[in-house]
């Protein structure tokens, strides 16, 4: 028996690579995040045929860990919905593949639940190599960044998709805040104080990197300009604040006072988005008969009072003299002016909405008084200035706005994230009104959105015809509305039925993918589908059993010392 102990320690370090694979395969490498879970299923086999040891291991006593964890049998049923889905469904190239891109929800939940819960030195470890890998990852988003190296700036993204790294560092924010705020009540409770005498450089050092990388997320968010990163690192930080209060005071004043801070700072946040919003949708008011007839040169201004798109609540229709701006803009670009700029948008619109932003005249007046740097910015497809003087949540939101009024006003969702969405929306509930009950089927999904764009009318041209972006609404679609009602059931479970569940990461966690999969279809990539799949399994079932919900008098090792 004693000659197993080293078999036992060499699995568990083998155990642990695996998870660290993920941690860093999330973010940095999709080759990475798949090879992970082989391993992972690779360690459990050899695990699970060697003898146990101490009551360690043996496959009786892993399946029965697994089938005894009702959170870990209800995501495992949730994949298995989706093989039972191949009974109904006639595109079997399609439901493999989309079968293959959720297995980690098959087998992150079955190798975590049935392996030994990890000791609070190795789950901080991971913790420690995922807030790192996260943190690289924005270093190459960062270099693209500044060299400019995209056509859109979500591209600087450089693995996976925009909208999946800010998932990631948004929970990473909550990550780095956790250690922030559980070692601060460890001293607390050890009776010292946060001063350099006491705990010495070291802890200064460590801080200051704990809050350096905080705040580097938030940049980061910043410069990737995805709203719905936005509007999720906003609710988490609101339930971050009302959670940590709540754990410090607990007289019924406090929380009220908590409560009513954390509701003033909604309402503040929504009181200037309004007040942001406004003025764009707002047309300024235009006397049509009054508007001049000519250019300084002569030339006949055409005033588009029909078709007539708005730019920062300006029409940009209007004082427009086409043969002018022919004729100016090969003075100030080799680009040609029926051509396409760098990201492939017509650079006579382009350059249409950015005179319009700078409140210049589309004439050869307009064009002569650009800098040299719109001019450059034109050409790279900049088509709003105050947008490129004013980057981050004030482009996004400007840039949604003008994609929202084109949809509103022309009934074209082409081209703008917003209005394609609404358009996806759309096309879900009619094929959802077609098959209520259980849905298209697991690979029958393309095809139904296919057709249903038909049927509909959808003026969405051939290339921007994509499905949901809605997780809810691509499992309603695929499964019906019983299979939605179940997918919604296996997400609110864990939290439901446990107060052991009931710890920070794990309710940051839960809000930053109940939040994500309302714009985005967050399990049908392998990111998305991995990164819920690994951090669900890891903060239910492989977490210190000694965790409880809300102790902040554990003293977990920091992970940055």
Same mark, same amino acid.
């Given at each position: 028996?004693?000659?197993?102990?080293?078999?036992?320690?060499?699995?568990?370090?083998?155990?642990?690579?695996?998870?660290?694979?993920?941690?860093?395969?999330?973010?940095?490498?999709?080759?990475?995040?798949?090879?992970?879970?082989?391993?992972?299923?690779?360690?459990?086999?050899?695990?699970?045929?060697?003898?146990?040891?101490?009551?360690?291991?043996?496959?009786?006593?892993?399946?029965?860990?697994?089938?005894?964890?009702?959170?870990?049998?209800?995501?495992?049923?949730?994949?298995?919905?989706?093989?039972?889905?191949?009974?109904?469904?006639?595109?079997?190239?399609?439901?493999?593949?989309?079968?293959?891109?959720?297995?980690?929800?098959?087998?992150?939940?079955?190798?975590?639940?049935?392996?030994?819960?990890?000791?609070?030195?190795?789950?901080?470890?991971?913790?420690?190599?995922?807030?790192?890998?996260?943190?690289?990852?924005?270093?190459?988003?960062?270099?693209?960044?500044?060299?400019?190296?995209?056509?859109?700036?979500?591209?600087?993204?450089?693995?996976?998709?925009?909208?999946?790294?800010?998932?990631?560092?948004?929970?990473?924010?909550?990550?780095?805040?956790?250690?922030?705020?559980?070692?601060?009540?460890?001293?607390?409770?050890?009776?010292?104080?946060?001063?350099?005498?006491?705990?010495?450089?070291?802890?200064?050092?460590?801080?200051?990197?704990?809050?350096?990388?905080?705040?580097?997320?938030?940049?980061?968010?910043?410069?990737?300009?995805?709203?719905?990163?936005?509007?999720?690192?906003?609710?988490?930080?609101?339930?971050?604040?009302?959670?940590?209060?709540?754990?410090?005071?607990?007289?019924?004043?406090?929380?009220?006072?908590?409560?009513?801070?954390?509701?003033?700072?909604?309402?503040?946040?929504?009181?200037?988005?309004?007040?942001?919003?406004?003025?764009?949708?707002?047309?300024? #008011?235009?006397?049509? @008969?009054? =508007?001049?007839? !000519?250019?300084?040169?002569? /030339?006949? &201004?055409?005033?588009?009072?029909?078709? *007539?798109?708005?730019?920062?609540?300006?029409?940009?229709?209007?004082?427009?003299?086409?043969?002018?701006?022919?004729?100016?803009?090969?003075?100030?670009?080799?680009?040609?002016?029926?051509?396409?700029?760098?990201?492939?948008?017509?650079?006579?619109?382009?350059?249409?909405?950015?005179?319009?932003?700078?409140?210049?005249?589309?004439?050869?007046?307009?064009?002569?008084?650009?800098?040299?740097?719109?001019?450059?910015?034109?050409?790279?497809?900049?088509?709003?200035?105050?947008?490129?003087?004013? #980057?981050?949540?004030? @482009?996004? =939101?400007?840039? !949604?706005?003008?994609?929202? /009024?084109? &949809?509103?006003?022309?009934?074209?969702? *082409?081209?703008?994230?917003?209005?394609?969405?609404?358009?996806?929306?759309?096309?879900?509930?009619?094929?959802?009104?077609?098959?209520?009950?259980?849905?298209?089927?697991?690979?029958?999904?393309?095809?139904?959105?296919?057709?249903?764009?038909?049927?509909?009318?959808?003026?969405?041209?051939?290339?921007?015809?994509?499905?949901?972006?809605?997780?809810?609404?691509?499992?309603?679609?695929?499964?019906?509305?019983?299979?939605?009602?179940?997918?919604?059931?296996?997400?609110?479970?864990?939290?439901?039925?446990?107060?052991?569940?009931?710890?920070?990461?794990?309710?940051?966690?839960?809000?930053?993918?109940?939040?994500?999969?309302?714009?985005?279809?967050?399990?049908?990539?392998?990111?998305?589908?991995?990164?819920?799949?690994?951090?669900?399994?890891?903060?239910?079932?492989?977490?210190?059993?000694?965790?409880?919900?809300?102790?902040?008098?554990?003293?977990?090792?920091?992970?940055?010392?």
């Amino acid at each position: 028996m004693t000659t197993q102990a080293p078999i036992r320690s060499y699995l568990n370090q083998a155990y642990l690579l695996g998870l660290l694979m993920v941690a860093v395969g999330l973010t940095l490498s999709p080759f990475l995040m798949g090879m992970s879970q082989f391993w992972l299923v690779l360690v459990w086999l050899v695990d699970a045929l060697t003898p146990p040891f101490k009551g360690v291991g043996g496959i009786k006593t892993k399946l029965s860990r697994f089938f005894h964890n009702k959170a870990a049998v209800l995501l495992v049923a949730f994949y298995l919905m989706h093989v039972l889905g191949l009974l109904w469904t006639s595109d079997f190239q399609y439901a493999m593949k989309d079968l293959r891109v959720k297995l980690p929800i098959l087998v992150m939940p079955f190798v975590l639940s049935s392996m030994e819960p990890l000791d609070r030195k190795r789950f901080d470890l991971v913790m420690l190599v995922y807030v790192l890998s996260v943190f690289i990852a924005t270093q190459f988003s960062f270099f693209r960044y500044i060299r400019h190296d995209y056509e859109d700036v979500r591209e600087i993204s450089r693995f996976i998709s925009h909208i999946r790294f800010c998932l990631n560092i948004v929970f990473s924010m909550a990550v780095v805040g956790y250690y922030i705020f559980k070692s601060s009540a460890n001293r607390k409770k050890q009776g010292h104080e946060p001063s350099v005498p006491a705990f010495g450089m070291k802890v200064v050092i460590d801080r200051f990197l704990q809050w350096f990388l905080l705040l580097w997320f938030a940049y980061a968010i910043f410069i990737i300009e995805s709203l719905s990163g936005y509007v999720i690192l906003m609710v988490v930080a609101v339930v971050s604040a009302v959670y940590a209060f709540l754990q410090w005071k607990k007289s019924k004043a406090w929380h009220i006072g908590v409560g009513a801070a954390a509701l003033s700072a909604v309402v503040i946040g929504v009181v200037v988005i309004v007040h942001f919003v406004k003025p764009k949708l707002k047309v300024e #008011p235009v006397d049509f @008969a009054a =508007l001049e007839k !000519t250019t300084i040169q002569g /030339n006949p &201004y055409w005033h588009d009072t029909v078709y *007539n798109p708005v730019e920062d609540g300006k029409f940009v229709g209007l004082y427009y003299c086409k043969k002018e701006l022919q004729e100016a803009w090969p003075q100030r670009s080799s680009m040609p002016f029926d051509g396409l700029t760098t990201n492939d948008e017509s650079l006579e619109a382009t350059l249409a909405r950015y005179l319009t932003s700078k409140d210049l005249r589309k004439d050869a007046q307009g064009v002569m008084a650009l800098t040299d740097e719109d001019i450059h910015n034109i050409e790279q497809g900049v088509a709003n200035y105050n947008n490129w003087k004013h #980057p981050g949540l004030h @482009a996004r =939101l400007s840039s !949604t706005l003008f994609e929202y /009024n084109l &949809y509103r006003r022309f009934n074209n969702p *082409n081209g703008g994230s917003l209005s394609q969405r609404l358009e996806y929306t759309r096309a879900s509930f009619h094929i959802i009104g077609q098959h209520p009950w259980f849905g298209v089927g697991t690979g029958d999904v393309p095809q139904a959105f296919a057709q249903t764009y038909d049927e509909i009318h959808s003026p969405l041209k051939e290339e921007f015809r994509f499905r949901a972006h809605n997780q809810y609404l691509a499992i309603a679609v695929a499964f019906g509305l019983v299979g939605l009602a179940f997918f919604i059931f296996v997400l609110l479970y864990p939290w439901l039925a446990s107060k052991r569940n009931h710890t920070y990461l794990y309710m940051v966690f839960l809000c930053v993918m109940l939040l994500s999969m309302f714009p985005e279809d967050t399990l049908e990539t392998q990111a998305g589908a991995t990164l819920f799949a690994f951090f669900v399994s890891l903060l239910l079932f492989a977490r210190p059993q000694a965790q409880g919900p809300c102790n902040a008098s554990q003293s977990p090792t920091s992970y940055l010392k």
